[in-house]
C-alpha cells in the first residue's frame, strides 16, 4: 500500500523556467512532509519541508505548498538550473513515529 | 566534521548468506535510521535505534537485525539473504528532539545477492 505517491517519474524542463514536482498521500494523519533531492551515488539530502498546518514554505528558489483537501504536495523550483538535475523524493511523516514514508521519486533534468 | 559514513560501500553475496553493513553517524547524532532502496523506488524504513534500542520497525522481517553502540554507530544485519534483499541501503542519523528535518543521509551501501 503505497501511502505516498509521485506519479511522474520524469520531468524535464528548460533551464531558467519553473519546475513543478508533485506528491500525492493518501493518509490524513500525516502532519509533516519533506523534500529530498538526491544525487547518483550520493544519500538523499534535505531540501525543505512543510508542517501540515501551513499551506506553503519558501527557501529562496524552492517552494513546497500543501493542499491538504487534495491529500496534495507540490514542489516548485525557481528559477531552474542544471544543477537542479537529479532524483527528488516526498517524504511523509505520522505523528508520533520516528519513520519518513517516500514516495517513488521523479528525475528531473533541466536542460541548458 | 564529518557527515554520515557507511561500509562498505558495495558487497556481493549469495542467497542463503549473512550480511553485516556498518554506519557512523554525523558527529552530534545520536539517533540511527536505517532505510532499503530498491531500484526505482523509494526508501524504505526498516527500523531506527535510539539508546541502543530498537524504538521502532518498519514492514521488514526478523531477518533484519540491528544494533546501536555506546558511541552511536549502528550495524544493520540480515541474514538468510534472498535474491529481493538486493538493494541500496541508507543510513540517516539525527539528533534526538531536533526537527525531523534534520535526518543526514549516508551515501549507502549497495548489496547485490545471487
Known amino acids: 500500500d503505497q501511502q505516498v505517491k509521485q506519479n511522474s517519474p520524469s520531468l524535464s524542463v528548460q533551464e531558467g523556467r519553473i519546475s513543478i514536482l508533485n506528491c500525492d498521500y493518501t493518509n490524513s494523519m500525516f502532519d509533516y512532509f519533506l523534500w529530498y533531492k538526491k544525487y547518483p551515488a550520493e544519500g538523499p539530502t534535505f531540501l525543505i519541508s512543510i508542517s501540515s498546518i501551513k499551506d506553503k514554505n519558501e527557501d529562496g528558489r524552492f517552494t513546497v505548498f500543501l493542499n491538504k483537501s487534495a491529500k496534495h504536495l507540490s514542489l516548485h523550483i525557481v528559477p531552474s538550473q542544471p544543477g537542479d538535475s537529479a532524483v527528488y523524493f516526498c517524504?511523509?511523516?505520522?505523528?508520533?513515529?520516528?519513520?519518513?514514508?517516500f514516495g517513488t521519486g521523479t528525475r528531473l533534468k533541466v536542460l541548458a | 566534521d564529518a557527515g554520515v559514513t557507511q561500509s562498505p560501500t558495495h558487497l556481493i553475496k549469495t542467497r542463503g548468506q549473512q550480511v553485516t553493513l556498518r554506519c557512523s553517524p554525523k558527529s552530534g547524532h545520536d539517533t540511527v535510521s536505517w532505510y532499503q532502496q530498491a531500484l526505482g523506488q523509494g526508501p524504505q524504513f526498516i527500523f531506527q535505534y535510539y539508546e541502543e534500542e530498537e524504538r521502532q520497525r518498519g514492514n521488514f522481517p526478523d531477518r533484519f537485525s540491528g544494533h546501536q553502540f555506546p558511541n552511536y554507530s549502528s550495524e544493520l544485519n540480515v541474514n538468510a539473504l534472498l535474491l529481493g534483499d538486493s538493494a541500496l541501503y541508507l543510513c540517516?542519523?539525527?539528533?534526538?528532539?531536533?526537527?525531523?528535518?534534520?535526518?543526514?543521509f549516508g551515501p549507502g551501501t549497495r548489496l547485490l545477492v545471487l
Open positions: 517524504a511523509a511523516v505520522l505523528s508520533g513515529t520516528y519513520k519518513y514514508i
Open positions: 540517516a542519523s539525527s539528533l534526538e528532539g531536533v526537527l525531523q528535518e534534520t535526518q543526514y
